[in-house]
Nanobody, 126 residues
Framework: QVYLTESGGGSVQTGGSLRLSCTGS?????????MAWFRQAPQNGREGVAM???????TYADSVKGRFTISLDKPRNTDHLQMDNLKPEDSTSYYC???????????????????WGQGTQVTVHS
């Protein structure tokens, strides 16, 4: 059984920053080939935000480029999502996702990820 544990959500003012973290279960260094963050909006479904592969390759949604940075701590099976210059439209629940043993051609398709965290809430006040 694989568990993903998220942390770091909260409430900030417009322009503020938050750092989300996602830690995967398993032995230290028991790598996930790709780890990603998605966010949920009631009307828009679940959209991809950022992805990092085990070789360090990253992908970002256009809406967060230049504001969000994803990084990887391999020995701890953890990724971090640094979110700067937050906007009210960034407010929603954020979910960590991960896959082992393969690479995804389309990293922002939710159904391709078998492992998910429970979600963490981000609220940005105007």
């Amino acid at each position: 059984q694989v568990y993903l544990t998220e942390s770091g959500g909260g409430s900030v003012q417009t322009g503020g920053s938050l750092r989300l973290s996602c830690t995967g279960s398993g032995r230290p260094g028991d790598m996930y080939s790709m780890m990603a963050w998605f966010r949920q909006a009631p009307q828009n479904g679940r959209e991809g935000v950022a992805m990092i592969a085990d070789d360090g390759t990253t992908t970002y949604a256009d809406s967060v480029k230049g504001r969000f940075t994803i990084s990887l701590d391999k020995p701890r099976n953890t990724d971090h999502l640094q979110m700067d210059n937050l906007k009210p439209e960034d407010s929603t629940s954020y979910y960590c996702a991960a896959v082992r043993g393969r690479s995804l051609t389309h990293p922002f398709v939710p159904r391709l990820y078998p492992h998910w965290g429970q979600g963490t809430q981000v609220t940005v006040h105007s």
